[in-house]
């Protein structure tokens, strides 16, 4: 694990997974009860109800090419399981993630038996913001209202520790972030949880934008680097532990653009990673989203990303399998 991740800060590149959510929304009957679509727990509560379907998944993007597959934790925070979990304890919830893991572990025993050619699967513990939680579009705006600092490291830590303790998690991830607040708050207790349990997990830091210039909050990338290059200046050190920072969940049209705002404030070249939205408009009226992909403009669109300095990749809402493939065979031919 610790030389495959190692690549990554040289020319190697590693994919991603695509969706999980909208992936099982997509593959689940919307009668079942564990139709994720209108849920507040999300995906979630198919990895309570029906947890061999995201087995599937995360087999499926295996063997379209993916090296890391990512825990169905996203929208399990100990708060929301213990608020929307059918009676969850605490003991309850680490159970569940616990599952989480081993589920992922289950899809890679299957991937490494039926494919001769495997490659080495990555776990990585996905962390969703706390607007998640909150199920009312907040995760988009980063509007806490007057949700302090201490709680929301309060709402993150018992995830955050975790994945941190546990053996079978190789990297973090921290995903869809709307807010240069809510990325302070994990980055600190990221720091602090390693230090305290002397862990030198690696992490990435994924972040949600308004447009191709500022977090869902308004917060501009000059502010953001100027907090990730002011930390890695005090301690160099701690780029070991930064894996990547980049965007998900954003229009796969304006990462270019992003990226070229990187180019310039990424001081310590600290690895990017992007994993975008893919072919698909909200409507609000309808709370449904309707799709409309160009495979050719993905794949394009792809190439043009691996220009930059992105050393993950992969896909956010609505991609699956076959956009995943379309990265992994792209790789194949640089």
């Known amino acids: 694990m610790k030389q495959m991740l190692g690549e990554i800060l040289g020319d190697?590149?590693?994919v991603l997974d695509g969706a999980l959510g909208t992936e099982l929304e997509s593959i689940i009957p919307s009668t079942s009860k564990s139709q994720p679509r209108d849920d507040p727990l999300w995906s979630t509560r198919v990895l309570i109800n029906e947890p061999k379907l995201v087995e599937e998944v995360h087999y499926r993007y295996l063997m379209s090419g993916s090296n890391i597959i990512t825990t169905c934790t996203y929208q399990a925070s100990l708060c929301g399981l213990l608020k929307y979990g059918d009676h969850f304890s605490k003991e309850d919830a680490l159970g569940l993630w616990q599952k989480s893991v081993d589920v992922g572990k289950s899809a890679a025993r299957r991937y490494y038996k039926e494919c001769s050619r495997a490659q080495r699967v990555l776990i990585a513990g996905s962390i969703g913001p706390y607007g998640a939680y909150l199920a009312d579009g907040s995760e988009?705006?980063?509007?806490?209202?007057?949700?302090?600092n201490k709680q929301l490291e309060q709402f993150h830590f018992d995830l955050m520790k975790f994945l941190i303790l546990n053996k079978d998690v190789d990297l973090i991830g921290v995903e869809t972030l709307p807010s240069l607040r809510e990325f302070k708050v994990l980055f600190k207790l990221f720091l602090k949880l390693s230090n305290k349990y002397n862990s030198n997990k690696k992490i990435y830091f994924s972040f949600d934008f308004k447009n191709e210039h500022v977090l869902c909050d308004?917060?501009?990338?000059?502010?953001?680097?100027f907090f990730i290059n002011k930390h890695l200046a005090k301690s160099q050190s701690l780029a070991n532990n930064i894996l990547a920072i980049g965007c998900n969940c954003i229009d796969y049209k304006l990462v270019t653009s992003i990226l070229e705002q990187f180019k310039y404030l990424n001081t310590f070249e600290v690895p990017t990673i992007v994993y975008p939205n893919f072919g698909f408009t909200y409507n609000k009226g309808t709370d449904r989203y309707k799709a409309h992909k160009d495979l050719d403009k993905w794949k394009r669109l792809a190439n043009e990303w691996l220009d930059y300095n992105v050393k993950l990749i992969g896909g956010c809402c609505s991609t699956g399998p076959q956009e995943i493939k379309i990265i992994s065979d792209l790789l194949k031919e640089r």
Do not use: A, Q
């Open 12 to 14: 190697k590149h590693l």
């Open 140 to 148: 988009y705006s980063g509007n806490y209202g007057d949700f302090s």
């Open 218 to 225: 308004g917060s501009s990338m000059e502010n953001v680097f």
